[in-house]
């Protein structure tokens, strides 16, 4: 490659992301000096490739350190591990910071994912689920009172696992899922909770979760960004 081209750095950026496909999350990235020799460019060349994968997302700069891969985070529909869970086994530190915490009267839409009667009260949790410090989704979580009155907002702020908190306060073990997933554009709210511009590409899911006897014990909406989630959906032929 040669330094003519004012578009040369984009190039270089695109090879450099295909070079990080094949490294795990928090892998350290080539050096500057190793880039340059691969792709035979400058080094102002390199940094402002660099600078583009950091702000996608791919490549994360620690200072006194070096770059490092950040991969998007995958998790596929149905699976019954938790948010926390699912960050723990890709290399990442969970984190959370609880918004709301309190009980309502949530509308019918709600009761009625839940199978809970007209007039139900249930607990509202909301929060910003972080990977590494990086806020990655807003979740707003609801919970019939039969099972919300087991545990406390400290066991949340314990970083413990909402799924795992259910399983050891309350008779329940998670069995299953029912989850809808749809493309979204960020409100004026929910953007700077995640740090990203307002109408910027925002993935919308709805899950509820079944506990033993096949009955609902939370209905949640998370809105994830784009550029950090990637959901795969598994099938197989009958």
């Not at 929060?127 to 806020?135: F, K, S």
Request: aromatic letters at 8%; one cysteine or more; charged letters at 25%.
């Amino acid at each position: 490659m040669t330094d003519g081209a004012s578009s040369l750095y984009v190039q270089v950026a695109r090879a450099m992301e295909s070079l990080a496909t094949g490294l795990q999350n928090g892998d350290v990235f080539p050096t500057e000096r190793e880039l340059q020799i691969r792709f035979d460019v400058s080094r102002t060349t390199i940094r402002q490739a660099t600078n583009l994968l950091v702000t996608k997302g791919v490549l994360q700069v620690r200072r006194g350190k070096g770059v490092f891969v950040r991969k998007r985070i995958t998790q596929s529909l149905g699976d019954l591990r938790s948010f926390t869970e699912v960050l723990k086994l890709q290399g990442y530190v969970p984190g959370s910071e609880i918004l709301q915490f309190h009980t309502l009267t949530p509308n019918s839409a709600v009761l009625d994912r839940l199978g809970l009667p007209a007039g139900s009260e249930v607990l509202f949790i909301e929060r910003v689920r972080l990977a590494d410090g990086t806020p990655l989704n807003v979740s707003a979580s609801y919970l019939p009172m039969t099972v919300a009155r087991f545990f406390t907002r400290e066991d949340l702020d314990a970083e413990q696992s909402l799924y795992r908190t259910i399983e050891e306060k309350t008779p329940h073990v998670i069995q299953w899922t029912e989850d809808e997933i749809e493309s979204r554009l960020a409100s004026r709210r929910v953007a700077p909770l995640l740090g990203i511009k307002e109408g910027a590409p925002v993935l919308h899911l709805r899950r509820v979760a079944y506990g033993s006897a096949n009955l609902p014990v939370e209905y949640c909406e998370s809105t994830c960004r784009g550029d950090k989630f990637h959901y795969v959906a598994r099938t197989q032929r009958t």
